[in-house]
């Protein structure tokens, strides 16, 4: 079998999926989208991705987001659209607002007030999501849910962001349905948010699920499902 056969199948798999969890939990499947995780697959293969129609795509790391994206933006094709998944740095703000449709991982106030400053001087708002660490595990990002709390008021008056939800990561588990509760403690955590802000934000989007739980995330309300390693399976 080619790359680009598994890549079709691989993706095939996962679309099924996630209609199928769809189905289960009364949801039209254009309420979710997938956003291809790269961050391990060479270059050929996110062209296969793109040619195969799947164009929302995720990378974890500052550099490789501008040099692939830059790559990719010289060749003819589809255009497609990044966004940044991991940990952003303030100092890579500069780097990645131009590039990033969304940025998911805003893990911190003053990464907040970082991207409002660039946002504010280039004179177009950021698209972003604030990370929770639900878990509470110490090798998690994010703001601890009542640390999001105390910090919302100042986080939904900085000018230049528009936050359009939240993100989190589910632990790992042994059985997908074990990461549920995570996730439905992120969905509780936005509309609590939802009900304390003005009408003005609007926190549509729930980033979460992966690989081994995008089903479980999506039956709890996920809007954006970021996975990596299924769409690569069987390739090395
Ligand atoms: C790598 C990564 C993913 C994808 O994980 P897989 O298990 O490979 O699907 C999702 N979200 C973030 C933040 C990541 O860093």
Same mark, same amino acid.
């Given at each position: ?103 998911? +991982? ?32 110490? +090798? ?7 640390e999001l709390r105390t910090a919302w008021g100042e986080l939904a008056g900085l000018s230049g962001l528009d936050i359009r939800g939240l ?39 729930? +980033? ?29």
């Amino acid at each position: 079998m080619t790359a680009f056969d598994r890549i079709s199948a691989n993706l095939d798999r996962v679309r099924s999926g996630i209609a199928a969890a769809c189905a289960r939990s009364g949801r039209s499947v254009d309420e979710v989208r997938l956003v291809a995780v790269t961050k391990y697959a060479q270059l050929d293969w996110v062209r296969d991705l793109i040619s195969l129609g799947q164009t929302t795509l995720g990378e974890s790391r500052p550099h490789q987001l501008a040099s692939r994206a830059d790559e990719l933006a010289a060749e003819p094709g589809i255009p497609v659209e990044w966004h940044m998944i991991g940990h952003l740095q303030r100092n890579k703000v500069d780097l990645v607002l131009p590039i990033a449709a969304l940025i998911h +991982s805003v893990d911190s106030l003053r990464l907040a007030q970082r991207i409002s400053t660039v946002a504010v001087t280039r004179e177009k708002p950021a698209a972003v999501l604030i990370e929770v660490n639900v878990s509470g595990e110490d +090798s998690k990002d994010g703001f601890a849910p009542d640390e999001l709390r105390t910090a919302w008021g100042e986080l939904a008056g900085l000018s230049g962001l528009d936050i359009r939800g939240l993100m989190t990561m589910a632990p790992r588990v042994d059985e997908p349905a074990q990461a549920r509760p995570y996730f439905a403690r992120l969905r509780a955590l936005r509309d609590e948010l939802t009900a304390c802000s003005d009408r003005r934000i609007d926190l549509a989007e729930l +980033s979460m699920g992966m690989s081994g739980d995008y089903e479980a995330a999506i039956e709890e309300g996920a809007t954006l499902v970021r996975v990596g390693s299924s769409l690569f399976e069987g390739l090395s």
